[in-house]
């Protein structure tokens, strides 16, 4: 079994900054993909930024220039940098991972951390 738990939301006033953290345990082989999502009330999950093992990124449109994504391979933990915050990123943000397990890989998620962004 593989758990991941993300930390780091919290309260911020829009243009200011919040690092969230996702520790992966269990029994991992290795961590081929971290994936940072969100879902504002009432609308859909979304994408907002993905790493893989190699170091490709991916930003939505939305976050680029403002967003980092990076991963610790040895300590089995991604993080994602959020600058220049907006209230439109409130949500809740949810770390996903594609984990090479014994036999297979599959995709694990954590519980989520609330993000609020005041105007």
């Known amino acids: 079994q593989v758990q991941l738990v993300e930390s780091g939301g919290g309260l911020v006033q829009a243009g200011g900054s919040l690092r969230l953290s996702c520790a992966a345990s269990g029994r991992i082989l290795s961590i081929n993909a971290i994936g940072w999502y969100r879902q504002a009330p009432g609308k859909q999950r979304e994408l907002v930024a993905r790493?893989?093992?190699?170091?490709?990124?991916f930003y939505a449109d939305s976050v680029k220039g403002r967003f980092h994504i990076s991963s610790d391979n040895a300590e089995n933990t991604g993080y994602l940098q959020m600058s220049s915050l907006k209230p439109e990123g409130t949500a809740v943000y949810y770390c996903?991972?594609?984990?090479?397990?014994?036999?297979?890989?599959?995709?694990?998620w954590g519980q989520g951390t609330q993000v609020t962004v005041s105007s």
């Open positions: 996903n991972a594609n984990v090479k397990v014994i036999g297979t890989a599959r995709d694990y």
């Open positions: 790493i893989t093992s190699g170091g490709d990124t």
